[in-house]
């Protein structure tokens, strides 16, 4: 009887260590999906007439690595405490987001469409906060857990903005 328990904790544990794994793998994906269409942003970035305050181009993927995870951890947070079934609406938030997330980067820097891509990253970022709220009436930490994101996707915005404006016959 007390084996029984301690396999089906065992068993319990290694489900949801797979599904963090998971988790995080789905925002992962995004982001490769993102990286495929910026195989020449760095490039195309350090070309670009920047403002002053714009980061380093090599600063960007170290930042969205850190991102993914904080992502994958927030949902795998939110599916552990209700599962697919209970929190079905904050979870298809959370993957609508992510494919707002990898189509960002083919706007700006496969298609050079600043314009488009500013829009769509202003919805992106109004699907972060909907997540987020959706999130934190599952697991206020997991909404936590977003906010380095919802910051990032701010300045990115910004700067997604000024360098469209500042660069009007590139995007």
């Not at 079934?85 to 700006?108: E, Y």
């Not at 496969?110 to 992106?124: D, K, T, Y």
């Not at 906060?129 to 906010?147: D, G, K, N, S």
């Amino acid at each position: 009887m007390a084996s029984d328990l301690l396999s089906e904790r065992r068993m319990n544990h290694e489900l949801h260590l797979v599904a963090l794994v998971g988790w995080i793998a789905l925002s992962l994906a995004a982001g490769a999906i993102g990286a495929i269409a910026s195989a020449k942003a760095r490039t195309f970035y350090a070309t670009l007439d920047r403002p002053s305050w714009s980061p380093p181009g090599w600063i960007f993927g170290p930042v969205w690595t850190a991102l993914y995870v904080l992502m994958g951890s927030a949902a795998w947070l939110v599916w552990r405490e209700q599962g697919w079934a209970g929190a079905r609406g904050a979870l298809t938030l959370f993957c609508a987001q992510l494919v707002l997330n990898a189509l960002w980067s083919w706007l700006f820097f496969a298609w050079h469409r600043g314009g488009a891509a500013f829009a769509e990253v202003v919805l992106l970022a109004l699907s972060i906060v909907a997540t987020m709220a959706a999130f934190a009436q599952v697991r206020p930490l997991a909404a936590a857990l977003l906010i380095p994101y919802i910051a990032w996707v701010t300045f990115a915005s910004t700067l997604n903005y000024s360098l469209w404006r500042r660069n009007p016959g590139v995007l």
